[in-house]
């Protein structure tokens, strides 16, 4: 069965992109406690959404092992649309980049989605965005993204990207967490899910990259309108969850 796409596996499962790349000097440990990771993450919004996001039937269905395939599968069909268009996303806000480490750094989100948007053409048969029909809410997240991507600053980007590589995590932790959780993959086929999805590593280290930019462009972030977009961002990733 195909694993979920995860941008925190992309991102830590492929090899570097170029021979300073970030993925060799951004740490996966977490950011530092006063950042504006932690400021999104943590917001009572934030945790209540996601707490939603866990209730859904989708994630209880891979906690108790009892989600139909069928959905699964639709499902995964549904998000290789968000993934295709997260790499033109991540691409359109580094050319419009100005600092260069901004403009690195998103590239490299790009060419790490491109890499493993390669793999569904052997594990799904498709060939790009064109032979997919996305669900109404995954095609208004990537619409959203897009939007961003191509009208706010570059660095917005990666605050509207951060929701679904962190939700990932938070909902596998949760689930790790609940002993009701089937983690046992002889019991529950979806266990794979749970156990791949388990690293923090990946939005820790957007985090700490934003933390170090903003430290070294003090004034250029408006913090409030950050949380505006990871809320937006968090919102289209419940809705996901809710209608596969």
Aim: glycine share 4%; charged share 25%; hydrophobic share 35%.
């Amino acid at each position: 069965m195909q694993k979920k796409r995860n941008p925190k596996l992309i991102s830590e499962a492929l090899a570097p992109t170029t021979n300073e790349s970030f993925h060799d000097t951004l740490p996966k440990t977490k950011p530092p406690p006063d950042s504006l990771f932690w400021k999104l993450v943590a917001a009572p919004e934030s945790l209540q959404i996601s707490n939603d996001a866990y209730a859904t039937e989708f994630v209880q269905g891979i906690r108790r092992g009892t989600l139909d395939p069928s959905i699964y599968g639709g499902f995964n069909i549904s998000d290789c649309f968000y993934c295709y268009s997260g790499a033109d996303d991540y691409e359109d806000a580094a050319k419009r980049a100005a600092h260069p480490e901004l403009k690195a750094y998103l590239q490299e989100k790009a060419d790490s989605y491109k890499e493993y948007n390669n793999s569904f053409t052997t594990t799904w048969r498709i060939t790009g965005p064109e032979a997919i029909i996305p669900t109404k809410e995954a095609k208004e997240y990537s619409e959203w993204e897009t939007n961003i991507a191509k009208n706010e600053e570059p660095f917005y980007t990666l605050i509207a990207m951060l929701p679904c590589t962190h939700l990932w995590a938070w909902l596998a932790q949760k689930l790790t967490d609940d002993p009701a959780s089937g983690l046992d993959p002889v019991k529950n086929v979806y266990a794979f899910w749970i156990k791949e999805n388990l690293s923090f590593g990946g939005s820790h280290r957007i985090g700490n990259f934003i933390d170090t930019f903003m430290k070294e462009h003090p004034g250029e972030i408006d913090e409030a309108k950050a949380m505006r977009i990871y809320t937006e961002g968090m919102k289209h990733e419940q809705a996901n969850f809710a209608s596969p």
